[in-house]
């Protein structure tokens, strides 16, 4: 036989030892797996799949709902800022009605706590009550959108008086306007004292009736510094923690 006819079928022999290893392999293979393992595994990536979008969908909606309070939280400081009259306590007053009564992002126990706050820490008592509030909707990016919101309509419209205010300060129109919203301020901050006041009588606490009757006489009768009243008050506050948390151990 000629050497290469030899060559070609040693040459197709090999071929077909190795078509049926593979062929056996395969088989080998196939009886290992589960019946339904593909459909399984398929299963599983398609789940994977799915939570993974759903994860990805609900942090898309809580950065736009965070977006929307950061929006809403502007605009209703800066419209706070912009059609007050009064001071401070007036601004501090209509966020109370917006952000508790309205809103619903604070209660009314922490925003007699962020008026406190408000007052006796330095600075403008609109900013720090804007710092306070924007820390506690949003947190950090809440502060700046507040205080943004809250120091932009007094910025402008200082700038804009400044130009003309010996004509304003001469106009005796414009001096019986302010008389007329000073009245209508003092109004507005009795209506929100008489309120909060009201809230701390609701406690039942004598000792919290005591601080405030004694802060308010104190204030209206012998004049004393208010932040000598709200700190005096503050430590007559933690020494009743201190007091009540002795009694409650002994107990």
């Known amino acids: 036989m000629p050497y290469g006819q030899n060559t070609e079928r040693l040459l197709c022999r090999n071929i077909k030892t190795a078509g049926c290893w593979v062929e056996k392999m395969v088989r080998k293979k196939a009886g290992q797996e589960k019946p339904g393992w593909n459909d399984a595994r398929g299963q599983r990536e398609t789940d994977g799949q799915e939570n993974k979008n759903r994860g990805r969908e609900e942090k898309n909606t809580e950065r736009r709902r965070k977006r929307q309070r950061l929006w809403v939280l502007f605009l209703e400081t800066l419209y706070i800022s912009a059609f007050t009259f009064g001071g401070g306590f007036v601004i501090v007053t209509f966020m109370k009605r917006k952000f508790v009564d309205g809103l619903h992002w604070i209660d009314e126990k922490e925003m007699l706590d962020f008026t406190a ?55 005796p129109y414009v001096a019986l306007t ?37 802060a308010f006489a104190a204030d209206f009768f012998l004049g004393i510094n208010v932040i000598c009243i709200i700190l005096t008050a503050a430590a007559a506050g933690a020494l009743r923690m201190v007091i009540f948390r002795r009694r409650r151990a002994e107990r």
């Open 178 to 214: 302010m008389q007329g919203m000073q009245a209508g301020v003092a109004a507005v901050i009795l209506d929100v004292a008489c309120e909060l006041g009201t809230g701390v009588a609701r406690e039942r606490s004598i000792y919290s009736v005591l601080i405030l009757a004694g």
């Open 117 to 171: 706050l408000a007052q006796s820490s330095p600075g403008a008592i609109a900013v720090n009550a804007a710092i306070l509030v924007g820390l506690k909707v949003c947190g950090p990016p809440g502060v700046a959108v507040a205080v943004l919101g809250t120091v932009l309509p007094p910025m402008a419209i200082l700038s804009v008086i400044s130009f003309f205010y010996e004509t304003f300060s001469a106009n």
